[in-house]
C-alpha cells in the first residue's frame, strides 16, 4: 500500500469515530430536546446579552481606538513635520558647516599669509633695524666729520681774512708799480710784454669788418680773416695795405695795426692813427711780412 492510501485509511477511521461521535450527540440530543432547547434559550439570551454587552465594549473600545489611531496620526504628522523641519534644520546646518569648513580653510590660509606675512614683515624690521643702525653710525660719522670740515673751515675763514689783507696789500704794490711803469713809459700789461718779444709769423690776411671810432680819443677798429689758430697774439702789429692793379695805382700803405683780440680763426686789432696813411676799408690786406 501506498503513502497516500496509508493517509485515505487513517482519513476513513477518523471520519468512522467523527461520525459515531455526532450520531451519538443527535440521539443524546433528540432524546433530551426540550430541556436542551430551555437550557439553549437561557444559553442563547445570555450569550446575546453577553454579546451586546460585548458589542457595546467593542464601540467604546472602537471609538477609543479611533480617538487614539486619530491622535496618533496627528502625532505622526506633527512627528513627519518635525522631521521635515529637522531635516531641513540639517540641510540647512550641512550648507553652514560647509560654510565654516570653507571659512575655517580659508582663515587657515589667511593665518598662514600672515604668518608668511609676519616673518616678512620680521625680517624686514630686522634689516631695516641694521640699516637704521648702519645709518646712525654713518650720521655720527658724518657728524665728526662736519665737525672736523667746520673746524677746517673755520681754520680756511681766517686763513683766507689773511690772504686777502696780503691780496689787498699786493695790489696796492702792484698799483704802485704799475703807476711807476706807466710814468717810465714800460706797458704794464703782462701779455702785451710777453708777447713783445715774440715775432708774429708770416702771414697775409683780409679785413673782414671795420667799426670808425665814435669819439674822441678812441682808436678804430677791424676785424682780420686770421686768429690764434694762425699765430697771431695779443700785441702783435700788422701793415694794413691796398693792393695796385695792373696798369693802375701801386700798392698804397694804410696804417700799422695792433691786435687787441684774437679768437681761433679770427682777431680784432686796433688802427695805430700815428702810422696812418689813408682811409683803411672793407678787403684790404694785412700783412707781417712788410
Known sequence: MSFVGKILVVFQLVLSVMFMAFAGAVYTAHMNWRDEAAKQKKLVAEKTTAFNNKDTELQTVKTELTAKLTAAIQKAEEIDATRKGLAQQVETLKKETGNLQVARQTASTQALIAGQDAIARKTEADNERAIN??????????????????????????????????????????????????????????????????????????????????????????????????????????????????????????????????????????????????????????????
Open 133 to 290: 643702525h648702519e645709518l646712525t653710525q654713518k650720521r655720527d660719522e658724518e657728524y665728526a666729520d662736519r665737525i672736523k670740515l667746520e673746524d677746517q673751515k673755520r681754520a680756511l675763514e681766517i686763513a683766507h681774512d689773511v690772504d686777502v689783507q696780503k691780496n689787498r696789500d699786493l695790489l696796492g704794490r702792484v698799483a704802485l708799480m704799475q703807476q711807476a711803469l706807466a710814468a717810465n713809459g714800460i706797458a704794464a700789461d703782462i701779455n702785451e710784454l710777453a708777447t713783445k718779444d715774440v715775432p708774429p709769423p708770416a702771414v697775409d690776411f683780409k679785413i673782414t669788418e671795420i667799426q670808425r671810432s665814435k669819439k674822441q680819443g678812441s682808436n678804430e677798429l677791424v676785424a682780420i680773416s686770421g686768429g690764434s689758430d694762425d699765430g697771431l697774439k695779443r700785441g702783435h702789429e700788422l701793415t694794413a695795405y691796398r693792393s695796385g692793379l695792373k696798369g693802375g695805382p701801386k700798392a698804397k700803405f694804410l696804417a700799422r695795426i695792433r691786435i687787441v683780440e684774437t679768437t681761433p680763426d679770427a682777431a680784432v686789432g686796433e688802427v695805430i692813427e700815428s702810422s696812418r696813411n689813408g682811409v683803411i676799408q672793407k678787403g684790404d690786406n694785412v700783412t707781417t711780412k712788410l
